[in-house]
């Protein structure tokens, strides 16, 4: 029912740029806050960036000034645009919607590498 699809994963040089999307279905969009998260292997999930339903942004201090989230209500989608990005980048995102529930979505593999 519930569905959070992410897509633009890839590899990328550092210093090079990608854009997330994760498409929603299944939940009223324009009510749930929406986030990235990421992880790697034997590391715990951390968080990236969110931005509510009033577009309120939130970012981690590894990340603020160089990704940038938004969402689109009429497309159901938020976009996470990540510039001059490191190899420590390197990680599997996820999508996540919040409200009275959590939902995840299937994560994208994000790969920075020479």
């Known amino acids: 029912q519930v569905q959070l699809v992410e897509s633009g994963g890839g590899l990328v040089q550092p210093g090079g740029s990608l854009r997330l999307s994760c498409a929603a279905s299944g939940i009223n969009f324009n009510i749930f806050n929406m986030g990235w998260y990421r992880q790697v292997p034997g590391k715990q999930r951390e968080f990236v960036a969110s931005i509510t339903r009033v577009q309120t942004t939130t970012y981690a201090d590894f990340v603020k000034g160089r990704f940038t989230i938004s969402r689109d209500n009429a497309k159901n989608t938020v976009y996470l645009q990540m510039n001059r990005l490191k190899p420590e980048d390197t990680a599997v995102y996820y999508c996540?919607?919040?409200?009275?529930?959590?939902?995840w979505g299937q994560g994208t593999q994000v790969t920075v590498s020479s």
């Open positions: 996540n919607a919040y409200r009275d529930n959590e939902y």
